[in-house]
């Protein structure tokens, strides 16, 4: 994929991130302006994980975000498509090799959102942070993560999303354009992908047309908060009881 494309082809995107995992979390880190840190803060919180429950972070990459639900108690396992990401994870925290074996309490699984390799009712919350844009089919990935979710289960879902501030907005849209692949070019393993990042965000629905998305899925007491003045959105939802 040498210029972004929003086919999203599951073979494409999965082989852009494998190239990008190297330097990832230090690129998301600048991209941010470290507000990736905050935002990863606020997923835990909404995820609100406790010792004996069991959540399913997907597109986890490197597990970076998955380590803030081991840390307040619970059980997770990191689960991607790009076998690159989740190897640069494992080898991050000292483990070797993808045998799906935990490393520091954190279970790594590959795992395609179309089609989870796990059993229903599996999962006390399910969340997903920076990823189900780049999904085929983002309605098809929202009613698997239903399914594999326990009846009164949880969703959470980390995105970026619209600006409310107009004039800020255009700002926002300037950076994307510009100032992101200058740092990817200069940063990143893979600078490419990084055209593709700007142009997802700027393709991708905003606060409340993706709320509809996600009832339509089959989720309920669906409701968002803004992150960052809207840059990044965090969209809770639950399965119902029955």
């Known amino acids: ?49 406790g010792p004996g429950e069991l959540v399913l972070d997907l597109g986890a990459g490197t597990g ?9 108690g619970a059980r997770a396992i990191a689960s ?6 989740l190897r640069t994870g494992v080898e991050r925290l000292g483990g070797s090799g993808l045998s799906g074996g935990g490393v520091n309490g954190l279970t790594f699984v590959a795992g395609d959102a179309l089609r989870l390799p796990f059993a229903d009712d599996s999962f006390d919350a399910v969340t997903i942070s920076f990823a189900i844009r780049n999904v085929n089919d983002t309605e098809q990935a929202l009613r698997e993560m239903l399914r594999v979710t326990k009846p009164g289960g949880r969703l959470v879902v980390c995105e970026f999303s619209r600006p409310v501030v107009k004039s800020f907005d255009f700002v926002y849209s300037r950076y994307l354009v510009s100032m992101i692949p200058v740092m990817a070019r200069m940063v990143s393993s893979n600078p490419d992908s990084y055209e593709y990042l ?34 990044v959105a965090l969209h809770r939802a639950c399965k119902p009881a029955s």
């Open 1 to 49: 994929m040498t210029r972004a494309s929003l086919d999203k082809q599951p073979h494409e995107v999965a082989s852009m991130f494998d190239r990008t995992a190297r330097r990832y979390d230090l690129m998301n880190d600048l991209m941010s302006l470290g507000q990736d840190r905050f935002w990863r803060k606020a997923t835990a919180a909404a995820v609100d994980a």
């Open 64 to 72: 970076t975000s998955t380590e803030a639900f081991t840390a307040l």
């Open 80 to 85: 991607d498509f790009s076998l690159g990401m």
């Open 198 to 231: 700007a142009e997802s965000i700027k393709a991708w629905p905003g606060q409340a047309e993706f709320a509809r998305v996600i009832q339509r899925a089959g989720w309920r007491k669906v409701a968002w908060r803004n992150l960052s003045l809207g840059i």
